[in-house]
């Protein structure tokens, strides 16, 4: 599986961005998408998950709940996350993440690139 991330750049404060992450290769093996973020000096941490399978149910941190949306189009094999709202303590590289299926109870997760994200105050 192959994650390719688009959409970062700079924005001021109260403004959104879109984040893309495409996915290619066997993507009917994957579970679970999401997003990590990773300030400077700060551990990676989770933004939020969409599990690809059922329902598609979503969770987010709580720094961004009510801010932040995790969608996919399954037809493009594509997630995107809708930021809203933005604060200069969003400001981070963002990296795709998806945990793929590769054996009975056995995953492995695959990283995109990471986008630059910045929020101007």
């Known amino acids: 599986v192959q994650l390719v991330e688009y959409g970062g750049g700079l924005v001021q404060a109260g403004g959104s961005l879109r984040l893309s992450c495409a996915a290619s290769g066997r993507t009917f093996r994957i579970d679970t998408m999401g997003w990590y973020r990773q300030a400077p000096e700060k551990q990676r941490e989770l933004v939020g998950s969409l599990v690809t399978s059922g329902g598609g149910s979503t969770n987010y941190a709580d720094s961004v709940k009510g801010r932040f949306t995790i969608s996919r189009d399954n037809y493009k094999n594509t997630l995107y996350l809708q930021m809203n709202s933005l604060k200069p303590e969003d400001t981070a590289v963002y990296y795709c993440?998806?945990?793929?299926?590769?054996?009975?109870?056995?995953?492995?997760?695959?990283w995109g690139q990471g986008t630059q994200v910045t929020v101007s105050s």
């Open positions: 993440y998806a945990k793929v299926s590769v054996g009975v109870l056995s995953w492995s997760d695959y």
